[in-house]
């Protein structure tokens, strides 16, 4: 949990932000990816990544804050690449909301079929669309030919 | 508008009217000789297949339409590096209709997205197969009777064969089908038809690597061929080829009313000594897809049953 009111119980003192997205419980490493995949680098914003940080759940995590609203990420494509983050919504320097994220039924765009005999090796312009097919193990398959997607990104 | 790109795309009692249509066309062909007059089919082949191509040209012929297309991407505009999305789009120009076959998996449906006719999937690469399915499920209705309380063999290529995959997801709607599924270990049912669609329904099955032990149980052997076209590798194909080989010798093993089918074409897979036995169903199977086909056509289009 970031600790708004002493920022520098979090072990690194980044300025606070006044409105935005703090997104909290990223897996130790991979905010840098979730950076490119939310497209952050291609915001005007101020962005912070903070890598490594303590926490007294995960050990050490990863946190992003974002500064601005909410319209301008993709809870979707959070909610595939890791559900347990938390999404702290930041308005006046305060945690005003939390939104817990869920597995997206759709993803588009955002994974490529590996299957050598998927029509998406070879037609043009076609979007990339898995679809949940089993909650439980978390599985996507291809919308053209079934195919599981294995490993996440 | 509906298309067919996979069997579950109709429902069990819109395939119970679909057979039931189709059996009314064997009794007496004629009375829908003029039902989809001024009706164009058009069958876009983007790999070669004769039977599959003329029994969709012969179903439609029958019908009383017209049929127009092409039998291999060398001869289309794909060979020119055309989208099937745009190809699609101008043959809903010129026809009612169409049934594609293409070497990659889910281009049917992609062919469905931007089509403004009925598209029929008349095989995806390794993936679907349906009007095979409506065939082998009409086969099964007429010889036995009933699509339930089955027990059925699937032998041979259970990975790349597409017409198996089909088959099962059909037949799983039917209480009491089980599967004997008899295969080398290199060519077992992929993991998703095993885990998603046999498991998840419950369905009792066994995965043999011997056709003789399989034999003595079954009411419906389908056989498969391995087939060339799906490996990288020749070498694996030429090691797989020839694992099962059904021989009178073995047919001596399966109930008098057990019937063989096969999606045709077979190799060597079957022995033609085997072509005499009265259970041997794949001769009448091939002929049941032209009826299959012209019902599923029919359906499709909206035809009305004739008076």
Redesign the interface.
């Given at each position: 949990m970031l600790d708004q009111k002493n920022p520098s119980h979090n072990g690194l003192n980044i300025s606070g932000l006044n409105e935005g997205i703090v997104l909290d419980h990223i897996e130790a490493g991979k905010s840098l990816d979730i950076y490119y995949h939310l497209g952050l680098d291609k915001l005007e914003c101020q962005v912070a990544i903070i890598k490594n940080a303590r926490s007294s759940k995960m050990g050490r995590k990863d946190i992003i804050k974002i500064e601005g609203g909410l319209d301008k990420i993709d809870l979707k494509v959070l909610g595939y690449i890791d559900h347990n983050i938390t999404v702290n919504i930041i308005r006046d320097s305060k945690i005003v909301e939390k939104k817990s994220l869920k597995l997206p039924k759709k993803i588009t765009n955002v994974i490529h079929c590996k299957?050598p005999?998927?029509?998406?090796?070879?037609?043009?312009?076609?979007p990339d669309v898995f679809y949940l097919?089993?909650e439980k193990t978390e599985t996507y398959?291809?919308?053209?030919?079934?195919?599981?997607y294995s490993g996440k990104m | 508008m509906r298309h067919l790109l996979n069997p579950l795309d109709f429902t069990v009692e819109e395939i119970d009217e679909l057979l039931a249509v189709a059996d009314d066309i064997e009794k007496d062909p004629s009375r829908y000789a003029h039902v989809c007059d001024g009706k164009k089919l058009a069958t876009c082949f983007y790999e070669p297949s004769t039977r599959t191509r003329l029994s969709f040209e012969s179903a439609m012929l029958n019908l009383g339409g017209s049929v127009l297309g092409f039998s291999s991407a060398d001869s289309s505009s794909a060979a020119k590096g055309e989208s099937i999305a745009d190809t699609i789009r101008v043959i809903s120009c010129y026809a009612d209709i169409c049934a594609m076959r293409h070497p990659k998996e889910g281009s049917a449906l992609v062919a469905s997205l931007h089509s403004g006719i009925p598209v029929i999937n008349a095989g995806d690469g390794g993936h679907q197969h349906p009007t095979q399915t409506l065939t082998d499920l009409l086969t099964i209705h007429s010889l036995k009777g009933r699509l339930d309380h089955l027990t059925v063999g699937l032998c041979g290529d259970l990975k790349f064969g597409r017409t198996v995959h089909s088959l099962i997801n059909a037949l799983v709607r039917y209480p009491d089908v089980k599967f004997v599924l008899i295969s080398p270990p290199e060519l077992r049912v992929p993991e998703y038809i095993r885990e998603d669609v046999l498991r998840a329904n419950h369905i009792e099955f066994k995965e043999l690597g011997n056709l003789d032990e399989a034999l003595p149980e079954l009411d419906i052997l389908y056989m498969t061929r391995v087939q060339r076209e799906r490996f990288f590798n020749e070498e694996d194909y030429i090691r797989l080829k020839d694992c099962y080989i059904l021989t009178p010798k073995k047919m001596k093993l399966a109930r008098e009313d057990m019937f063989v089918l096969h999606p045709l074409p077979r190799v060597n897979e079957i022995s033609v000594e085997v072509d005499k036995d009265p259970r041997a169903a794949y001769f009448k199977q091939a002929q049941y897809g032209v009826y299959v086909r012209m019902a599923l056509i029919m359906k499709l289009l909206e035809v009305k049953q004739p008076c």
């Amino acid at each position: 949990m970031l600790d708004q009111k002493n920022p520098s119980h979090n072990g690194l003192n980044i300025s606070g932000l006044n409105e935005g997205i703090v997104l909290d419980h990223i897996e130790a490493g991979k905010s840098l990816d979730i950076y490119y995949h939310l497209g952050l680098d291609k915001l005007e914003c101020q962005v912070a990544i903070i890598k490594n940080a303590r926490s007294s759940k995960m050990g050490r995590k990863d946190i992003i804050k974002i500064e601005g609203g909410l319209d301008k990420i993709d809870l979707k494509v959070l909610g595939y690449i890791d559900h347990n983050i938390t999404v702290n919504i930041i308005r006046d320097s305060k945690i005003v909301e939390k939104k817990s994220l869920k597995l997206p039924k759709k993803i588009t765009n955002v994974i490529h079929c590996k299957n050598p005999r998927c029509i998406t090796s070879i037609e043009q312009e076609l979007p990339d669309v898995f679809y949940l097919a089993d909650e439980k193990t978390e599985t996507y398959r291809c919308m053209y030919c079934e195919e599981k997607y294995s490993g996440k990104m | 508008m509906r298309h067919l790109l996979n069997p579950l795309d109709f429902t069990v009692e819109e395939i119970d009217e679909l057979l039931a249509v189709a059996d009314d066309i064997e009794k007496d062909p004629s009375r829908y000789a003029h039902v989809c007059d001024g009706k164009k089919l058009a069958t876009c082949f983007y790999e070669p297949s004769t039977r599959t191509r003329l029994s969709f040209e012969s179903a439609m012929l029958n019908l009383g339409g017209s049929v127009l297309g092409f039998s291999s991407a060398d001869s289309s505009s794909a060979a020119k590096g055309e989208s099937i999305a745009d190809t699609i789009r101008v043959i809903s120009c010129y026809a009612d209709i169409c049934a594609m076959r293409h070497p990659k998996e889910g281009s049917a449906l992609v062919a469905s997205l931007h089509s403004g006719i009925p598209v029929i999937n008349a095989g995806d690469g390794g993936h679907q197969h349906p009007t095979q399915t409506l065939t082998d499920l009409l086969t099964i209705h007429s010889l036995k009777g009933r699509l339930d309380h089955l027990t059925v063999g699937l032998c041979g290529d259970l990975k790349f064969g597409r017409t198996v995959h089909s088959l099962i997801n059909a037949l799983v709607r039917y209480p009491d089908v089980k599967f004997v599924l008899i295969s080398p270990p290199e060519l077992r049912v992929p993991e998703y038809i095993r885990e998603d669609v046999l498991r998840a329904n419950h369905i009792e099955f066994k995965e043999l690597g011997n056709l003789d032990e399989a034999l003595p149980e079954l009411d419906i052997l389908y056989m498969t061929r391995v087939q060339r076209e799906r490996f990288f590798n020749e070498e694996d194909y030429i090691r797989l080829k020839d694992c099962y080989i059904l021989t009178p010798k073995k047919m001596k093993l399966a109930r008098e009313d057990m019937f063989v089918l096969h999606p045709l074409p077979r190799v060597n897979e079957i022995s033609v000594e085997v072509d005499k036995d009265p259970r041997a169903a794949y001769f009448k199977q091939a002929q049941y897809g032209v009826y299959v086909r012209m019902a599923l056509i029919m359906k499709l289009l909206e035809v009305k049953q004739p008076c």
